[in-house]
């Protein structure tokens, strides 16, 4: 059969309210999967119909081979056309097919024309909110079952009993299933970021994974107790040397529940939905979920938004990335009346051509192992916080009259000049203090002279781990840190948080700081700032000659640098920890008062 003959969608559907369901024709199990289309209104479809949300997996030929009955012709199986999808995708088709019986589907890959230029896709994408918020029923398709898939779906409905779950947590005898769960909870399918609204706005969920199906809800439920106690789970299998785990608790199932769970709720009158979040939030918090198409980490969040209703941002593939990317910073910058999204990771994608206030999602506090799929940490916390909750307040608010929305790719903002980088002590690799901090420090004898206040407020950034001021103790708890570690190094030693927090009879409190520290300073440069000798945290590849500033609307202190590009404008490094300045204290001096210009590209 030559290429010509592959089904091709015959008319684009571009009219707001109407969808291309599916047909999936029943068969035996072996037959081939023969399907057919119709078009319905969206509020009014001929029948009930359950969508699919799943991951696509490898486009790329061979894949396999389905049927589409054509309309047209004699139903008979010389007439039928083919038409390829991926073996993900004919593997869940395989798993919902009846035998005797039809069923109604909605699936983007077959029901959306994916064909490059056509104007049906964005048009259908900006309703799919209330596609799958109209399903009668949602698939989570996980893929196909492997060894011990169907132990950890069996276990599933054993984890979401509290009456179980601390016999679960405690007994060896139970690793191989926390192994088989926490491995199925890392599948491709909890990092997509389409998977978001497609499970927040769902009535009802079934989660499968080969043979095996468990409803959603009891799946959350087994999250939210692994969530809680996932120190000791952790433990339990490292123990038992049954799985090496992420830095984190916040596998990508659990941001899921976590984040589908409190961006939704109903109103009043029990039909609609409010939407909880800004967008800033959620490209924010979803830069681990993947999407293979650059607009998507945008597009696929514009339904769960509470600021994108008005349809500022529409659906456009023919638009560049860039322009797009803009466009989310200067509504984030108007919505929150803050400019702490240009040093919040958030964008995604690898696109030099990118302004340097749109600020790479490569710059996040964790990465996902290639491996396994388990969250590591890559940099420290972010000094700005979520967009919900600040943690400091460097530069105020911004005002309408503070920032200037230039031509892309200029974003002119207004602040002062606080300092420029000075001395540096090194980057705080992985989990360990280099000595020469100590030395710029001056704590020259850490196992004798208590430490000096402002160095360690800057270990800690000024906060404790809940964001506030930290507790009086942490003075005490460095202390006896570096006391530890200079059982077998010299009077001032390199700190190795890491091999200290590995001793088993550490004290709980010295344990706490010193995971305060890990998660303030990794991946960072300690400096000390030219002319004012202020202690500071600034991003990895910040040089010697930067201006550390201070901007209206900012929470904390920005890293700025003359661009070699654009004369006259200036590349954003990143944010910093600058100590006195983070709550304001600049905000009342003269120079705050007669702030300049900066025109930031």
């Not at 230029?117 to 309703?127: P, W």
């Not at 009802?204 to 000791?232: M, N, Y």
Request: overall charge positive.
């Amino acid at each position: 059969m030559s290429e010509e003959d592959e089904y091709r969608h015959e008319q684009s559907i571009t009219e707001p309210g109407k969808i291309r369901l599916l047909t999936l024709h029943p068969a035996n199990p072996n037959a081939n999967i023969q399907i057919s289309f119709r078009v319905v209104k969206l509020s009014k479809p001929d029948s009930e119909y359950d969508a699919l949300s799943y991951t696509w997996g490898d486009p790329k030929p061979p894949g396999h081979k389905i049927f589409v009955q054509s309309n047209k012709k004699p139903q008979h199986l010389q007439y039928l056309q083919p038409i390829h999808i991926t073996e993900n995708l004919y593997a869940a088709l395989k798993h919902l097919r009846h035998k005797n019986e039809a069923r109604s589907l909605w699936v983007d890959a077959l029901c959306i024309n994916q064909e490059r230029g056509n104007a049906e896709k964005g048009k259908q994408i900006e309703q799919m909110d209330k596609i799958f918020n109209n399903a009668k029923e949602v698939y989570v398709w996980l893929g196909q079952s492997d060894e011990t898939s169907d132990m950890a779906m069996e276990f599933i409905r054993e984890v979401a009993s509290p009456s179980k779950f601390e016999r679960l947590i405690t007994k060896d005898e139970n690793c191989d299933k926390w192994k088989a769960l926490t491995k199925l909870m890392t599948r491709p399918w909890f990092s997509r970021r389409w998977v978001v609204q497609e499970i927040a706005l769902a009535k009802s969920v079934s989660l499968c994974c080969g043979r095996k199906r468990i409803r959603w809800s009891k799946f959350a439920d087994a999250v939210g107790l692994i969530g809680s106690e996932w120190p000791r789970i952790r433990r339990l299998l490292t123990k038992n040397r049954k799985a090496f785990l992420g830095d984190t608790h916040a596998l990508g199932a659990s941001a899921l529940v976590e984040l589908s769970n409190n961006l939704l709720r109903t109103a009043d009158d029990g039909k609609t939905l409010v939407r909880l979040a800004t967008l800033e939030y959620l490209v924010s918090n979803l830069t681990t979920f993947n999407v293979t198409e650059p607009h998507d980490m945008i597009y696929s969040l514009l339904a769960l938004a509470k600021d994108t209703q008005n349809g500022e941002i529409q659906v456009h593939y023919s638009k560049s990335v860039d322009s797009l990317c803009a466009k989310v910073v200067k509504l984030s910058i108007r919505t929150s009346n803050s400019l702490d999204i240009i040093c919040r990771p958030w964008a995604s994608v690898e696109d030099k051509s990118l302004p340097s206030w749109v600020c790479s999602a490569s710059k996040h506090p964790f990465s996902i192992r290639f491996v396994d799929r388990q969250f590591e940490r890559q940099n420290g916390d972010l000094f700005i916080g979520n967009p919900d909750k600040r943690i400091y307040n460097a530069g105020g608010i911004a005002k309408r009259s503070d920032y200037k929305i230039q031509a892309a790719p200029i974003l002119s903002v207004c602040g002062v000049v606080f300092d420029k980088a000075g001395t540096f002590g090194g980057i705080a690799e992985h989990a360990t203090v280099p000595a020469r901090w100590l030395k710029l420090a001056k704590w020259k004898n850490v196992t004798e002279d208590n430490i000096p206040e402002a160095f360690c407020r800057t270990l800690v950034a000024d906060r404790g781990s809940d964001g506030n001021r930290p507790p009086t103790w942490y003075g005490n708890a460095a202390k006896r840190a570096w006391t530890i570690s200079t059982l077998d190094s010299s009077p001032t030693p390199t700190l190795d948080m890491g091999k200290i927090l590995r001793q088993g009879h550490l004290a709980p409190k010295i344990k706490e700081f010193l995971l305060r520290v890990q998660a303030t300073i990794f991946g960072r440069k300690f400096v000390v700032t030219e002319d004012r000798k202020r202690f500071g945290l600034g991003p990895r590849n910040m040089k010697l000659g930067d201006l550390i500033c201070v901007l209206k609307g900012c929470s904390v202190p920005v890293v700025l640098r003359p661009s070699t590009v654009s004369q006259g404008t200036f590349t954003v490094i990143g944010e910093a920890y600058i100590d006195g300045v983070m709550d304001g204290e600049l905000m009342e001096s003269e120079a705050f008062k007669n702030r300049e210009w900066f025109d930031l590209s």
